[in-house]
C-alpha cells in the first residue's frame, strides 16, 4: 500500500471501521498525502457512544482498580513497543522534528498512561469526623465513581501528548471514552487504539472517531445527550461553540483554550541561560505549544543585548525536512494556517513594528517550498493595544518590549484576556516569587519554561481555559464525588 492510498480508519467497540467518506491527511513539509482518513458521520458517532456505555455497564467500571492500573501500565508498554511508529506517524502528521516527537511526544504519551495508574492506585479519599452542637456526630467520607462516557477533543500540535493526557486519567477513573482527534492530525490516535487492541482493553472503552468539528465529528460528539462530560484542548472560539453545544444536556467541560504568554526578564538574569529557554519558550515546535511566549518584557538595561542575542537564536534555528536529526524547526501544520500566521506578519509591519528578524517565507529550492514553513520572528516597536501584542498567532514569533519597574512588567504582562502560562526570569528568588504569584496564569515558570511534573494542576484564567487537570485534578474531574455522611 503507497502512503497516500493507506486508509486512517475510525476504531469503534473494539473494531476499525469506515464511515462513508473519507479526507486526506497532509504532510506541512511539502504539502503531499500522507493517507486517506476514514470520517465517521453521526450514525458511527452514535455508535461510538453506544459501544462506549454498554461497555461501561459490563465490566470496565466494576473491575479493580488494581486491574485497571495494570491495564493502564500494558497501553504505556504498548506504546513504547511500537516507539517508532508513533514518532513517524507523528512526524508525518505534524511535520515536527524527529527530535521532539522522540523526546517530548511519544515518551509523555506513554508517561501519561504510567502516572495517572499510579496516581489511582494511591489516590486516597477525602473524609471527615463531623460533630454538631447539639452532640451528633457523624463520618464523612466520598466515594469515587467514573462519570460515565467521557468525549475527548484534542488539538494538532502535540497530538498523542494531549490526546493521552486526557484519555489516560479518564480510563483510570473508570469512564469509557470516545476520541476526536485533530483532523490535521489523525494518524498516532488510531496507532493507540491498535495498541489499546493489543494489550486486551475491552471493546467499547476506547474508541476513536476521526471527523471535523462543527456539523462532523466534534459536533456529533459534543451534543450527544450520552455524552456525559466533554474534555477539550483547543482555541479559545471552539471553547465557545462546545459550550453552547453541551449547554442542552448540561454536562461537565474541562478546557484548556488559547494563549498569550508573557516572558519577563530582568536585568539580573542568567543571561545566556534566559536566552536559551526563550529561544525555546518562542520557538518550539515552530511556536505552536499553547504555552509558547508570544510578548518577551525585557528590563531596559538589557533589552539591546537581549533583542540581538534572541535574533542570533532564530537565525541559528535550522528549517529542515522533519525527519533529518538536525532539523530545530520544522513547518507550521497547514496551508490554512500558515497563511493565517503569515496575516499577522503583515499586519505587524502595518501596525508599526521593526522586523528585528524573519517576517516572511524561506525559500529552500526543493519539495519543501510546496510545504508550509515560515520564517522565525522578532519583532519590536509595537503599541501594547495592537492586535498582534493582543491575539494570539500561534507560530514562531515574538514581540520584545522594554519595561522599566517590576510593576509595570507585571501590569503588561497581565494585560490580556487570556491567562495560560508566564515565564519570569531573575537571579532574585525572591523577586521571582513576588512576581509569579502577581501573575493572572495558571501556571509561572521562574528561570525554566515547559518543565512540568505531571502531578501538578494544569489550565488556564480568562480565555485560557476552565478547570485544572493534572494529578488529583484530573482524578477529580473525571470522577462523581458521591459524599457519604453516617450518623454514628
Ligand atoms: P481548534 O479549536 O481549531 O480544534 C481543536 C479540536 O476541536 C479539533 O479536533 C477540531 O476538529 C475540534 N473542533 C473544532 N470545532 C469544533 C466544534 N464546533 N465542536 C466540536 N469540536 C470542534 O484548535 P487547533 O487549531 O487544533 O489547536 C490550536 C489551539 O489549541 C491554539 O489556540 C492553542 O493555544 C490551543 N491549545 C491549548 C492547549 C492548552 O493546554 N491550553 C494545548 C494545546 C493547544
Not at 157 to 176: Q, V
Not at 239 to 244: D, L, Q, T, V, W
Not at 307 to 317: F, H, N, R, T
Amino acid at each position: 500500500m503507497t502512503s497516500a492510498s493507506k486508509l486512517i480508519q475510525n476504531y469503534v467497540n473494539g473494531k476499525f471501521v469506515r464511515g462513508p467518506r473519507e479526507f486526506s491527511d497532509i504532510n506541512p513539509a511539502d504539502g503531499t498525502g500522507i493517507a486517506q482518513v476514514s470520517e465517521a458521520d453521526e450514525s458511527l458517532v452514535n455508535q461510538a457512544v453506544e459501544s462506549a456505555r454498554l461497555a461501561l455497564g459490563g465490566n470496565w467500571d466494576k473491575l479493580a482498580v488494581p486491574a485497571r492500573a495494570a491495564l493502564l501500565h500494558k497501553i504505556a508498554d504498548g506504546i513504547e513497543a511500537r516507539f517508532n511508529d508513533f514518532v513517524q506517524a507523528e512526524v508525518a502528521d505534524t511535520g515536527k522534528p524527529v527530535s521532539l516527537a522522540s523526546k517530548i511526544d511519544v515518551p509523555r504519551g506513554a508517561a501519561n498512561f504510567r502516572v495517572f495508574a499510579d496516581l489511582i492506585k494511591n489516590a486516597g479519599i477525602e473524609a471527615f469526623w463531623t460533630e454538631t452542637s447539639d452532640g451528633v456526630s457523624a463520618l464523612n467520607y466520598c466515594a469515587r465513581k467514573p462519570l460515565g462516557v467521557v468525549g475527548i477533543i484534542t488539538p494538532w500540535n502535540l497530538p498523542l501528548l494531549l490526546l493521552t493526557w486526557k484519555a489516560a486519567p479518564a480510563l483510570a477513573c473508570g469512564n469509557c471514552v470516545v476520541v476526536k482527534p485533530s483532523e490535521e492530525t489523525p494518524a498516532t490516535a488510531t496507532l493507540l487504539a491498535e495498541v489499546m487492541q493489543s494489550v486486551g482493553v475491552p471493546p467499547g472503552v476506547f474508541n476513536v472517531v476521526h471527523g471535523f468539528g462543527s456539523g462532523s465529528a466534534g459536533e456529533f460528539l459534543t451534543s450527544h445527550a450520552d455524552v456525559n462530560a466533554i474534555t477539550f484542548t483547543g482555541e479559545s472560539k471552539t471553547g465557545s461553540a462546545i459550550m453552547r453545544a453541551v449547554a442542552p444536556t448540561v454536562k461537565p467541560i474541562s478546557f484548556e483554550l488559547g494563549g498569550k504568554n508573557a516572558a519577563i526578564v530582568f536585568a539580573d538574569c542568567d543571561f545566556d541561560e534566559t536566552v536559551s529557554g526563550l529561544a525555546d519558550a518562542v520557538f518550539l515546535n515552530t511556536g505552536q505549544v499553547c504555552l509558547c511566549a508570544e510578548r518577551v518584557y525585557v528590563e531596559r538595561p538589557v533589552f539591546d543585548r537581549f533583542v540581538s542575542a534572541l535574533k542570533q537564536k532564530a537565525e541559528g534555528l535550522s528549517l529542515g525536512w522533519p525527519g533529518d536529526s538536525k532539523t530545530t524547526t520544522g513547518p507550521l501544520i497547514s496551508k490554512e494556517h500558515r497563511a493565517k500566521v503569515l496575516s499577522y506578519y503583515e499586519l505587524a509591519k502595518k501596525e508599526g513594528a521593526t522586523v528585528v528578524t524573519g517576517g516572511g517565507t524561506p525559500e529552500f529550492g526543493d519539495a519543501r517550498d510546496n510545504g508550509f514553513y515560515v520564517q522565525p520572528t522578532i519583532f519590536t516597536g509595537l503599541p501594547e493595544s495592537t492586535r498582534c501584542v493582543k491575539e494570539e498567532i500561534f507560530g514562531p514569533v515574538c514581540h520584545i518590549a522594554p519595561f522599566d519597574t517590576e510593576e509595570e512588567a507585571i501590569a503588561k504582562a497581565n494585560d490580556t484576556k487570556y491567562g495560560l502560562a508566564a515565564s519570569v526570569w531573575t537571579t532574585n528568588l525572591k523577586r521571582g516569587h513576588r512576581v509569579a504569584e502577581k501573575l493572572r496564569v495558571g501556571i509561572t515558570w521562574v528561570n525554566c519554561w515547559f518543565l512540568r511534573d505531571l502531578r501538578t494542576p494544569f489550565g488556564g484564567a480568562g480565555l485560557s481555559g476552565i478547570g485544572r487537570e493534572g494529578g488529583l485534578h484530573s482524578l477529580n474531574f473525571y470522577s462523581e464525588l458521591n459524599n457519604i455522611c453516617v450518623k454514628l
